[in-house]
T-cell receptor, first 113, second 114 residues
Framework: GEDVEQSLFLSVREGDSSVINCTYTDSSSTYLYWYKQEPGAGLQLLTYIFSNMDMKQDQRLTVLLNKKDKHLSLRIADTQTGDSAIYFCAEIPFNQAGTALIFGKGTTLSVSS | KAGVTQTPRYLIKTRGQQVTLSCSPISGHRSVSWYQQTPGQGLQFLFEYFSETQRNKGNFPGRFSGRQFSNSRSEMNVSTLELGDSALYLC?????????????FGQGTRLTVV
């Protein structure tokens, strides 16, 4: 069945780059997403990538997609303490007509000053 | 443009009771999806409504149900509450058509069952 996996924790120093990795199982997924969740809050859509793309850059965020290995990564350049949060990778399986997202368990990013 | 609004934000209920949660999507969005978030299971998809019809359904028991009104607002109902239903319930709205599948989430309703 569909499953999305992420490492659970990442700790970086302020100013460094952070790379959060994700693997997914549905090779037919059309869109892959990154969401951010701060304590006590809902999910904030950070960025997404269409499956026919290898890379997408949006300010400090870079998404890389390796379809052959079903691997997705999110790079945050110049990480700030405000980036501390849980980051979720998500996919919409190809056989879904709508927007039913399958989420990973989330990666907790801790940024120290 | 107003975001996704969920009410109430917090709720405490007793086992065996039922509860109704509400979600108002972004204006113009016709799709509303519901998710349950718990520390153990993470984020799990409950169901999606589009134009008042359930379009997708996750693997939850029949105690979990929902509906969508003509103005796209959606409600989720949980009957015969169990302790394990304690969770953050999130709803997401999207256009639901074409190639735009961006889903925007509300702040969630924190349900505690005692």
């Amino acid at each position: 069945g569909e499953d999305v996996e992420q490492s659970l924790f990442l700790s970086v120093r302020e100013g460094d780059s952070s790379v959060i990795n994700c693997t997914y199982t549905d090779s037919s997924s059309t869109y892959l997403y990154w969401y951010k969740q701060e304590p006590g809050a809902g999910l904030q859509l950070l960025t997404y990538i269409f499956s026919n793309m290898d890379m997408k850059q949006d300010q400090r965020l870079t998404v890389l997609l390796n379809k052959k290995d079903k691997h997705l990564s999110l790079r945050i350049a110049d990480t700030q303490t405000g980036d501390s949060a849980i980051y979720f990778c998500a996919e919409i399986p190809f056989n879904q007509a709508g927007t039913a997202l399958i989420f990973g368990k989330g990666t907790t990013l801790s940024v120290s000053s | 443009k107003a975001g996704v609004t969920q009410t109430p934000r917090y709720l405490i209920k007793t086992r065996g009771q039922q509860v109704t949660l509400s979600c108002s999507p972004i204006s113009g969005h016709r799709s509303v999806s519901w998710y349950q978030q718990t520390p153990g299971q993470g984020l799990q998809f409950l169901f999606e409504y589009f134009s008042e019809t359930q379009r997708n359904k996750g693997n939850f028991p029949g105690r979990f149900s929902g509906r969508q009104f003509s103005n796209s607002r959606s409600e989720m109902n949980v009957s015969t509450l169990e302790l394990g239903d304690s969770a953050l319930y999130l709803c997401a709205s999207s256009l639901g058509t074409g190639e735009s599948t961006e889903a925007f989430f509300g702040q969630g309703t924190r349900l505690t069952v005692v």
